[in-house]
């Protein structure tokens, strides 16, 4: 069901990168399959956007907004119980959000000179909430919660169509937009509702930042985009490593690594362990729970694809090291002493610590956000938070004084530099006043 990967008593390798589980698609290889989407929606706007949603989606319409009053209706048919479990994720984030939220920061670098590190929000913001074999109504919470604690003035959303709600998105999604009050709202899914993002279509404008996961071609769209568009991260096709020892409950492990597989076929489930007992535990209850599940087949091809797979290792300290190369989306903690080993990774969208902090907690209401860099990009990218919505902006306010003040060290730089006139700007003002 899936398969091991084993560097016990192997000299550790130049970088672990090379031999952890991977899916044999990456986001590289994508974006030349969506180029063409995403050309065709800046070119032709709305109509190819169209176009897309009948050949990817299934569905045929004239129009990509979702009307109000659907949004509405949606909420009022709301199952009460899933209302007030959307209600209570949408407060415990944004309680973390508003803790995390910064402050404009002034600085006095001297009398009257004075430099403001400004936070300033985003203009307008496009959030993607995927909708193909597991409609994320969670995802909604996840984008639009920071934006709005951010104070973002535009948002819009995009959900994929289906043809089994009237080529609207799933229920719940926009319910939840509903909930929310997101009225901007438009039936649009995968690489095409990114581009209608970055470029604009029809009555989209274009937004200055996209957010949100997706699958592979999502994250690959996203790629394709930067620079057009400000991005949070790569959020693609889900992942879960987990470090454990002889410690660790083998069922928690095997319904956790069941959870993400859950996801899609492409899902990618990672066991990194020093303790082969645990591993042969695993697999038995793998076994066990896979025929319990509503999506068994589903989750059977994402263990056993070349993405998923049990890593054995000498140690803990090997572990370390071979998950901090993985670089995980979700990486769970399953050792003795896991507050101290979760401290010593470096590279992980989200950690969760000790037996009673599963991946799922984090998909819906512990409070942190499950918008997550994928396919190693946690080295580099973090996850969605009030953070990403927020830029940065200097504002320098000197006096005459202070400006003569620095105005030496100003000439010599820009001589050491060549461009004379740059003190020359400095000189002038100070020339004219003396």
Known sequence: ??????????????????????????????????????EAVRTRGVEAV????????????DDVVVPREALQTALDEL?????????ESVRRLRATCEAELEHDVTTELATGAVVTHRKVPMGRVGLYVPGGLAPLVSSVVMNVVPAQVAGVGSIALASPPQKDHGG???????AACALLGVDEVYAVGGAQAIAMFGYGAGPCRPVDLVTGPGNIYVAAAKRLLRGVVGIDSEAGTTEIAILADDTADPAYVAADLISQAEHDPAAASVLVTDSERLADEVVVELEKQVHETRHTERIST?????????????D?????????????????????????????VRNAGAIFVGPYAPVSLGDYCAGSNHVLPTAGCACHSSGLSVRAFLKSVHVVDY??????????????????????????????RLDEQS
Do not use: N, W
């Open 1 to 38: 069901m899936i398969r091991r990967i084993d560097l016990r008593g192997a000299s550790a390798p130049a970088d672990y990168r090379a031999v952890v589980p991977r899916a044999e698609l990456d986001v590289e290889a994508a974006t030349h399959l969506i180029r063409p989407v995403v």
């Open 50 to 61: 169209l176009e897309y949603g009948a050949q990817f989606d299934g569905v045929v319409a």
């Open 79 to 87: 199952d009460r119980t899933v209302r007030s479990a959307l209600e």
């Open 168 to 174: 609207l998105p799933e229920p719940t999604i926009m």
């Open 302 to 314: 994402a263990l056993g694809g070349q993405q998923s797979g049990i890593v054995l290792v000498d």
């Open 316 to 344: 803990v300290d090997q572990g370390v090291a071979v998950v901090d190369a993985y670089a995980a989306e979700h990486l769970e903690i399953h050792t003795r002493d896991a507050v101290a080993v979760a401290a010593r």
């Open 399 to 428: 006096s005459r004084a202070a400006l003569a003040e620095v105005a030496g060290h100003v000439g010599v730089l820009a001589e050491a530099e060549d461009l004379p006139a740059h003190g020359r700007a400095v000189a002038i």
